[in-house]
């Protein structure tokens, strides 16, 4: 038994290389879990920057300087987050609260779909089981709705905690995009030597992730617009509100999508009913789904997401759990990073075979 664990630690850590690199991955991921709370801002600014790093360098290519670059990309970044803040933020709170009002008469008409189950299917339903499935659901709603109605600015934040990231965020995201390459160079300088592999992977890594960054704001944005112009067209009720849970849900693959269409069916079921209006909205949504999975991710993503259904999946599970919404939103760039290392780790092994090989053996020449 310890030959075999001696064999499989010399194929996979007798390379310097290799155990530099197990190490620096530990060594962020534990920083990352003590301290993600309190770097909180500074993962929100590190986001930022991967988002608008594309427009400074196209302005930079085109002759215009860095800092100008910098300048005028993060004035245009706030002034957009301005009005959607001050423009929609009010707009979507306004529709939460008729939502959470409206629950009760939801409920009321859905009470009496149910009791008309017995009727329609005696051998399944029962009155007894419809009456505490009743109450049930009406107990859940209220508490939700009690629990949506409390939720004040209070529980977002402190006052200083709201500052903090409106005053250091955009002064983080400057000195990042501005300083890059000088802080890149500081870095490097604590990294230690041999370290060929780790820089391997952190090239492959570092471009995919700017790409998802971009790529998934892109996506975000196109699947909400276009979600609300229909469900404004059909005349659907919180079409704003709903639309932006649509964009929102593509943040966590397979998954969001589906939570999303429990809310979004009720909804339209309790405004029109079972027919051709409730159908039409849903086939619609699924046609936005498809095209979504099919058409807009491949041609944002197909540089940066190369991952079978099932490791993305078990990626949004694995590190949803182990840092929550940040989790989430890097699910699929950390599973790319476990890829680029799998990838590396044998090429490792592999050149070091064929150096193996190839050098003189005795000093004498091959």
Known sequence: MLDIIRDWYNRNFSDPQTVIL???LLGVSGLLWLFGGILAPVLVAVVMAYL??????????RGVNRTLSVVFVLVLAISIAAVLAFGLLPILS???TELVRS???MVAKGQDQLL???ELYPDIFTQQQIYDLITNVRAEVGQAGQKILSFSIAKLGTVVQILIYVVLVPLIVFFTLKDKHVLLAWASKFVPKRSELSFQVWREVDLKIANYIRGKFVEISIVWVVTYV???LMGLN??????FLVGL???????GAVAVTVPLALIAFFQWGINAHFWWLMIIYQIIQILDGNVLVPLLFSEAVNLHPLAIIIAVVFFGGLWGIWGVFFAIPLATLVQAVLNAWPRSRQNQNREAVAAPADGQPV
């Open 116 to 118: 008309r189950l017995p």
């Open 249 to 255: 849900s593509v943040i966590i693959p397979f998954v």
């Open 238 to 243: 919180y079409s704003l509100l709903l639309s």
């Open 22 to 24: 197990v190490l620096m």
């Open 103 to 105: 629950l009760p008469d």
């Open 94 to 96: 306004k529709q939460v």
């Open 230 to 232: 229909i469900f404004a």
């Open 52 to 61: 608008l790093e594309g427009v400074v360098a196209t302005l930079e290519r």
